[in-house]
């Protein structure tokens, strides 16, 4: 095809094709971010981040921008004629060291966005903005696309797309992939930000009513501005000037002293449910809400595209890097359950509002995504090890461990980057991980041991002095770990160490075709050493 070829063009520059974008290029890979938009995304929409979320933009580079431009989500005030009701909506988590960020986090979505942005501008990449996909063909090695722009159109030819271009998705309607679910036009959510003088911004504000119908003000952090949500009755228009916004929210709340005032981002909200029949099309993919759409309940639609990204990156990584074609299918067999859970938790939360139930405002453990795992899927064998707080599928947590000299390391500091860790436990596991080989191509191996001895052969060396790390991942004989670059177990050998982990790593990397020195010399002395 040339040597122009790109290796990823992603259609879709909001959280979802930035993070994926971001993944890709500190990879080494090609890629361009194409946008229908005129201009960025400027409203609060999306405006919870989860704890999982949290940590996997911590390893893409933009958490700091994220937690400067976010706050811990207020307590809920619920108005109830001249009494206002304190309400938790979210239990407050300590962090510890396995989570190291419990909480959800507020932040309006357009600056979650500016960080992801400004994170690939690091990487030398950019949104391309005004320039809108027109079409598309497939051909054995590639995909050439055709794009429109105030310069003209333009054939972009890739190995791969990926379409995160939303719910109206083109490529997936191109593709002619099933959009399955429901769309209730009945149900509308008008949703503005906008300021208003008078209103505390220490609490999220609801004014419940009858029959489902609210209007609810989020203070978004760093700024005078609500998030506005009115939840409209069957019957209503969605009207959305200022003065009938202004009067709409009166006649609801019975204040004529209440006035909305630089009313920016508005829009009008349907509950769409559905997800994609399938996330592949040969070297197309797609991802976030193109392959799923949520009600805005739990905070979680944004949150399920972010980790599709973090799902994809890699695997599109090492498969143009040599591992088998067939990893790129486990993107959609690990994520598409994961979605269709997320709506179903969103969709019965949503209904739980409209009927005013208390345990629907309550938010839990399942919301913040930390539980949620690959188990039984295509890259998590059956029998396989595990240990009694972990298994493969598992998302690895966080310990704190102290490095040769005394002082703190991370377990995420570690982990954070391009690459897959193993990780060895015990001088016998060390001893092993020293002889695993690993291939040239793709994601580099960085090899840890931790409680082996000083003279491990390792990459890094740490102590488990406090016990947290083994109480954390259930260890009590030297185990071997391998934790993929998505920051999930992808190998739990605690006997056959070796031969486990290499069966279990084939699936996500290229062959060994050769192997570095350093690796050869190695594995020869483990070879001399069990002689």
Known sequence: MGSDLLDVLI??????????????????????????????????????????????????????????????????????????????????????????????????????????????????????????????????????????????????????????????????KTLGIGFEGTTDDADRIIIVDATVEGLARDRLHVWPRRGGRFVGACPLPHSDQFQWMIRLGADEEPLLEDDQLNARIRAHIGDESFRLSEIGWRSVFRPNIRLAERYRSARVLIAGDAAHVHTPAGAQGLNTGLQDAYN?????????????????????AERRPIAAAVL????????????????????????RQLELNYRGGPLALHRVDRTSTVQVGDRAPDAKLLNSTGGPRRLFDILAGPHFTAVA?????????????????????????????????????????????????????STVLLIRPDGYIGAIATGHRLSVTRALAQAMTPPIADTTPAAADIAARHSEKKS
Not at 38 to 56: I, T, Y
Not at 92 to 102: E, G, K, L, Q
Not at 345 to 365: C, E, F, N, V, W
């Open 425 to 477: 436990y015990g001088p016998a596991a060390a001893a092993d991980l020293a002889a695993l080989e690993w291939p040239i191509a793709g994601a580099a191996l960085r090899r840890v041991a931790i409680d082996a001895g000083a003279d491990a052969d390792a990459d890094i060396v740490l102590a488990d002095i406090t016990g947290t790390f083994a109480q954390i991942y259930g260890l009590t004989a």
């Open 11 to 172: 259609v879709g520059g909001g959280p979802t094709g930035c993070a994926l974008a971001i993944d890709l290029t500190r990879r080494g890979l090609a890629v361009r971010v194409v946008d229908k938009a005129a201009r960025a995304f400027d409203g609060s929409r999306a405006k919870g981040v989860q704890p999982r979320s949290l940590e996997m933009l911590e390893d893409l580079g933009v958490l700091d921008d994220v937690i400067g431009g976010g706050a811990n989500y207020p307590p809920l005030g619920i108005h109830a004629g001249p009494l206002m009701i304190p309400w938790r909506m979210h239990r407050f988590h300590s962090a510890t060291s396995d989570v190291p960020y419990p909480n959800a986090w507020l932040i309006p979505q357009h600056r979650t966005d500016a960080a992801l942005r400004a994170g690939l501008r690091r990487l030398g990449g950019t949104v391309e903005f005004g320039c809108e996909l027109v079409g598309f063909k497939q051909r054995p090695d590639a995909v050439v696309a055709t794009v429109v722009n105030t310069a003209g159109s333009e054939e972009i030819a890739a190995r791969y797309l990926v379409g995160a271009d939303g719910g109206s998705s083109a490529v997936r």
């Open 344 to 367: 179903g938790l969103s969709t019965k939360t949503y209904q739980g509002m409209a009927k005013l139930d208390p345990a629907s405002i309550k938010r839990g453990d399942d919301e």
């Open 312 to 332: 994809l990156g890699w695997k599109l990584a090492q498969v143009l890097a040599g591992a088998p074609d067939t990893l790129l299918d486990t993107y959609e």
